[in-house]
DNA sequence: TACTACATGTAAACGGTTACATGATTGC
DNA sequence: GCAATCATGTAACCGTTTACATGTAGTA
């Protein structure tokens, strides 16, 4: 729990700024829900465990009729333990890959080469990943009678390799429109 | 358990021919593991409970040394049952979006028109991602002086983007493949 | 001597989902 | 009257991962 995505997500979101959970649902079912879900099962734990550690402290704001907003505003500690999970290289076996975008809504948050340096480790994965799909696709040799099995295994091939293209080519997107960004600032 | 995509992709490697608990682990390893992993925490629950739904019968080699070699034969019931999830349109909120792949390899063991199926409703609901992407980027007028998180949201907007275009790509070429195979058949 | 391949399995922990409970207020 | 929004939370379940246990045979 302590060490999961949710956990750094709603810490990461305390570290913008002092929010209660039910704050916390509504910005990621907004802002970050085409590639991220989240329960009340994991956020509430989560402020729990966020409180016990110390990352961050309780203030309950009263209000008419609904229940108490209990709102949470990060530690210095808690700020910490964020920016080290940010810096930490996305786990590229994780499911979805969409870890690494989690981690770069969270850029402004970051200094500009810490979301390059992630982007590009990134791409040194997807790169490799790249080189054995073609290592493998040159050595295919389909011929018209080649088993059907061989037919449908290359079909999955081919998914690797136009997915790892995409990547690699969003990842030069985007690493130059960080450093135009850069720039500017 | 009975209905996890663990289940089925070892009822599914039976379908294809009698193994045991470790055939199946070795097979997912090499032709299946660079999209798909498995453990034997997974494997050997799934095998007990395949028999216990009598899904497959059991018959023991025996062999020098090594522990015995539990042989595993789907039964008709398993095999319809297979055949059953093979059709299903492949859940596309789950992680990794993998399934698909992992349907597409058991393609042999499917009709044509059954394969073609998977990759048309896939390729309707990337279609579909594809517009809300694409809506949003239009909307979405980055100025110069906009904001930084608007500059990192967009960023996985356009992830969002390039990977649904390239998902389109491919299930365009795999649908173009699998007729033309349909027609030298 | 130590590692790899063969071959079976289990137990605990982990992360996440689903579904529920409670209850006031606002708008159709 | 009903649904949606605000607002808190919990409990049971599910699928998966990690790590362990046991043991032989062949190879480097």
């Known amino acids: 729990m302590n060490n999961s995505t949710s956990f750094f997500v709603v810490l990461g979101l305390l570290d913008a ?3 209660s959970g ?3 649902k509504r910005i990621i079912e907004n802002e ?3 590639y991220y879900k989240i329960s009340n099962g994991q956020i509430y734990p989560a402020l729990k465990s966020i409180l016990g550690m110390s990352y961050a402290s309780l203030s309950v704001e009263k209000t008419d009729g609904k ?6 505003l990060i530690t210095e500690k808690g700020s910490a333990a964020f920016r080290e999970w940010l810096k930490k290289p ?3 076996h994780n499911p979805g890959g969409n870890e690494l975008l989690l981690k770069l809504y969270f ?3 970051a200094s ?18 790249l080189n054995t799909y073609d290592d493998i696709h040159s050595s295919f040799g389909l011929s018209p009678q080649s088993s059907l ?9 081919r998914y690797g390799q136009i997915l790892a293209q995409a990547n690699l080519q969003w990842c030069d997107e985007a690493i130059e429109r960080i450093k135009e960004l850069e720039g500017k600032q």
Chains 1, 2 share one sequence.
Do not use: M, N, W
């Open 32 to 34: 970050i829900g085409h």
């Open 112 to 129: 500009v080469d810490d979301s390059i340096r992630l982007i590009t480790t990134f791409r040194e994965i997807k790169a490799k990943s």
């Open 17 to 19: 700024g002092r929010k």
């Open 107 to 109: 850029g402004p948050q």
């Open 149 to 157: 099995p061989d037919h449908y295994s290359y079909l999955t091939l």
């Open 22 to 24: 039910y704050d916390i």
């Open 90 to 92: 996305v786990d590229y």
């Open 67 to 72: 229940p108490d907003r209990k709102v949470y």
